[in-house]
C-alpha cells in the first residue's frame, strides 16, 4: 500500500474562514520554547509544516525529518509570506546560516506543539458544543472500512457528515482525494474548523499508528475512539508489537477521549484485551464498551471493573447473500438487529464496531434499529475493500496488505462447498516493514491454491528483490495448500494470468492495492487501478470464449 495520490486540492487546500490570530508570546508559550527574533506581538493565521502549504500570514513549523530539515525551505516559506517560524534548536541555526529575516520561536520539541497550536489558530473544537460529534477509528485493519460503515450510519440517522481516512476526504459537497490516512496536524485541526462552518453535525476519522507517533491528532479529543485488531504491520517504523500497541493505545487516554468502543476477537486475543483492559483503566469501566466476537471473555471480578467480561457479545450470525445478519447484545438484555452486505467475516466485526461506537457516541437505540432496519446502511460502498469486479470467476479487488488481513481475504473468497480454487496475485510494498514480506507468501501458499507474487507499491526499491522475498516465504510452505507459485510482473500481467488460468467455479483475489490508481517503481508512476485491470482481464477472457465457441 501507499500513501501516495494524484496532485490536485488535498486537506492542505481548506481552511476556514474566520481563524484566531495568535500572537508569537503565545506560541512560544504553548509550545513551551521562547521568542528568539522578532516581535512578540507579531500575530499569525494560520500554521503549516510545509513550505509548499504555507499562506501569508501563517506560522511556519519547520521540523526536522527522515530526510531533512524543514528549515532548509526558508526561501520558499519567506516567498509565501509566512508570519514567523516554529523551530528547533538546529533549525534555528540553519535559518540564521540561509539569513532569514522572520521572526523565529526555538523550542526543544516543536512538533509536539503543533497540534495544539492548530487547535487554537483554527478554534477546531470550541466548548460551546457547535463542534461535530467526532468519532476516531484506529487499528491494524478495517479502519477505513469502519469509519465508512459509521458515516453511512450517521447519515442514516439524519447527520451532516464529515469523513477523514485513507481514500477521501468529506467535509463538504466535494470529496478531497487523501494522501496519508490521517493528515497532519494542521491539517486536521483545519478540517475540523472547516467541518464546523459547514454545518457538518458529525465526523468520523481514521487514525493510524503514524498520526499518533508524529503528533498528528495532537489537540483533537474525540467523542468515542473504536478499536478494532492489532496484527503485524509497521514493524519497521515501531520496532516491536510492544511498541506498535504502546502507540496505539495513547488513543485511549482522558487527554483525547471520552469514551471507547473496544474489539476483543476471543479469549485468545492478546492484544485485544490489553486494549480492553487499558482503556477501562484510562476511562473508566463506564465509559467503555467492549465486544467479544466470539463467545464471552475471561472475567476475574477480584481484579476490578478493568478485568470484567465483555460488555457487548456478538450472536445470530447468519449468511445474507455474500454478506451477513448479526446481532449484538449486551449483558444487561440491550439488543441491536444488523448486517452487512460486504462479504467477510471481519466486516462483521467493523459493523459491529461501527454500530456501538454511534451508539455511544449519544444516538438514540429505538432511532438506531430503525435506521439499520430500515435503511441498510452498513451495506455502503468501500472503494477497494473487497469489492466484487466479476462473477464465474468470483473476482475481487481488496486492500490487504498484510498478513492478517490477507489469511482473512482469502478466507472470505473461498468458494462454496470447495468446488472451485483460490487464486490470488499480490506483492509486498517497498521501504517498508521488510519482515511482513515472507510471512505473507506463507499466508498465500497456505490459504489458496494458486500464488502469484507480483509488484505492489516498490517505491526506489529494487522489485525483482521484493518479488523474491515474497516468493520465498510462499515456496517455503508450498505443498500446504498452493499446488503453484509463480512469479510475474509487471502487475497487470500477473492479474491477465491469473483470470486466464480460473474457471468459472474459482475465485480470483488481487490483493494490496484496493483503491490506488499509482503505482511507484523506482521514482517513476504509472497508472494503474486493480480494479480496471481486473475488469479489463475477466472482458477478455469472456471474448476469448465466446470466440472458442
Ligand atoms: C514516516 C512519515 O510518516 N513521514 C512523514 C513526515 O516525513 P518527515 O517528517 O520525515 O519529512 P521529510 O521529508 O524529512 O521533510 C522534513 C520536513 O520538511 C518539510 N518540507 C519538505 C519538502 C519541502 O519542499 N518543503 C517542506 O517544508 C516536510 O513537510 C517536513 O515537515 O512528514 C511528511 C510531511 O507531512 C510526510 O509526508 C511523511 O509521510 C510519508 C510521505 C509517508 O509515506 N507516511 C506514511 C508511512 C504514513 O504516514 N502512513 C500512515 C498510514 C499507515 C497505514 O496505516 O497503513 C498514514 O497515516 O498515512
Ligand atoms: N476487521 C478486520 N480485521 C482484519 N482484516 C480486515 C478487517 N477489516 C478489513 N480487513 C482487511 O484489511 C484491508 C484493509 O481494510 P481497511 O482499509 O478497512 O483497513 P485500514 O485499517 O484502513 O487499512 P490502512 O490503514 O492500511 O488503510 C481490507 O481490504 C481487508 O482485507
Known amino acids: 500500500m501507499d500513501a501516495t495520490a494524484p496532485p490536485g486540492p488535498d486537506a492542505q487546500t481548506l481552511r476556514p474562514t474566520r481563524p484566531r490570530p495568535l500572537r508569537l508570546d503565545e506560541v512560544a508559550r504553548l509550545a513551551g520554547g521562547e521568542l528568539a527574533t522578532g516581535a512578540a506581538a507579531t500575530e499569525v493565521t494560520g500554521i503549516s509544516l510545509d513550505s509548499r502549504g504555507l499562506r501569508p500570514g501563517d506560522l511556519w513549523a519547520a521540523l526536522p525529518g527522515a530526510r531533512t530539515h524543514g528549515a532548509a525551505f526558508a526561501a520558499a516559506a519567506e516567498r509565501s509570506g509566512a508570519a514567523a517560524v516554529l523551530t528547533d534548536p538546529e533549525g534555528l541555526r540553519l535559518l540564521e546560516r540561509a539569513g532569514t529575516g522572520l521572526p523565529a520561536v526555538v523550542a526543544a520539541e516543536p512538533r509536539r506543539a503543533v497540534g495544539a497550536l492548530a487547535a487554537h489558530v483554527y478554534d477546531s473544537q470550541p466548548a460551546d458544543g457547535t463542534a461535530p460529534l467526532l468519532l476516531a477509528v484506529t487499528g491494524t485493519n478495517g479502519k477505513t472500512t469502519t469509519t465508512y460503515f459509521a458515516n453511512a450510519l450517521l447519515r442514516a440517522l439524519g447527520h451532516r457528515t464529515g469523513l477523514i481516512g485513507t481514500i477521501e476526504i468529506l467535509a463538504g459537497d466535494e470529496p478531497v482525494p487523501s494522501r496519508l490516512t490521517t493528515p497532519e496536524a494542521p491539517h486536521v485541526h483545519a478540517l475540523l474548523a472547516v467541518m464546523r462552518e459547514r454545518g457538518i453535525t458529525a465526523a468520523s476519522m481514521e487514525v493510524s499508528s503514524h498520526a499518533l507517533e508524529f503528533s498528528r491528532v495532537d489537540g483533537v479529543r474525540y467523542d468515542v475512539a473504536g478499536f478494532t485488531n492489532l496484527t503485524q504491520d509497521h514493524l519497521d517504523l515501531h520496532g516491536s508489537m510492544e511498541e506498535y500497541f504502546a502507540v496505539k493505545a495513547r488513543l485511549f487516554t482522558p487527554a483525547r477521549t471520552r469514551r471507547a468502543v473496544v474489539v476483543v476477537q476471543d479469549e485468545d486475543d492478546h492484544w485485544g484485551l490489553r486494549m480492553a483492559e487499558h482503556a477501562r483503566a484510562e476511562l473508566g469501566a463506564e465509559h467503555v464498551d467492549v465486544l467479544a466476537l466470539r463467545g464471552g471473555l475471561p472475567a476475574d471480578d477480584d481484579a476490578g471493573p478493568a478485568r470484567r467480561g465483555a460488555d457487548w457479545t456478538l450472536g445470530a450470525l447468519d449468511r445474507r447473500g455474500i454478506g451477513h445478519a448479526f446481532e449484538l447484545r449486551h449483558r444487561d438484555g440491550r439488543l441491536v ?213
Open 337 to 549: 438487529r444488523a448486517a452487512t452486505g460486504l462479504p467477510g467475516d471481519f466486516n462483521v466485526a467493523n459493523a459491529a464496531l461501527a454500530v456501538l461506537m454511534v451508539l455511544a457516541g449519544g444516538a438514540d437505540p429505538e432511532r438506531l434499529q430503525r435506521a439499520l432496519d430500515e435503511l441498510d446502511p452498513l451495506t455502503t460502498d468501500v472503494p477497494g475493500r473487497m469489492q466484487l469486479i466479476g462473477t464465474g470467476p468470483t473476482a475481487v479487488v481488496d486492500f490487504a496488505h498484510n498478513p492478517d488481513a490477507l489469511r482473512r481475504a482469502l478466507t472470505a473468497v473461498e468458494p462454496p462447498d470447495g468446488r472451485g480454487r483460490v487464486i490470488v496475485v499480490f506483492g509486498a510494498t517497498g521501504e517498508r516493514d521488510r519482515s511482513k514480506r515472507p510471512v505473507m507468501g506463507e499466508v498465500a501458499a497456505r490459504h489458496a491454491d494458486v500464488v502469484i507474487v507480483t509488484d505492489d507499491d516498490p517505491h526506489d526499491e529494487e522489485p525483482a528483490g521484493i518479488r523474491e522475498e515474497v516468493a520465498a516465504g510462499a515456496r517455503a510452505a508450498a505443498g500446504a495448500r498452493a499446488a503453484e507459485v509463480l512469479v510475474l510482473a509487471p502487475r497487470a500481467v500477473a492479474i491477465r494470468a491469473a483470470v486466464a488460468m480460473a474457471g468459472p467455479e474459482d475465485s480470483v483475489l488481487v490483493a494490496g492495492r484496493g483503491h490506488e490508481t499509482v503505482q511507484e517503481i523506482l521514482g517513476v508512476d504509472h497508472p494503474l487501478d486493480d480494479r480496471d485491470e481486473l475488469r479489463a482481464a475477466l472482458a477478455d477472457a469472456q471474448q476469448g470464449r465466446w470466440e472458442d465457441r
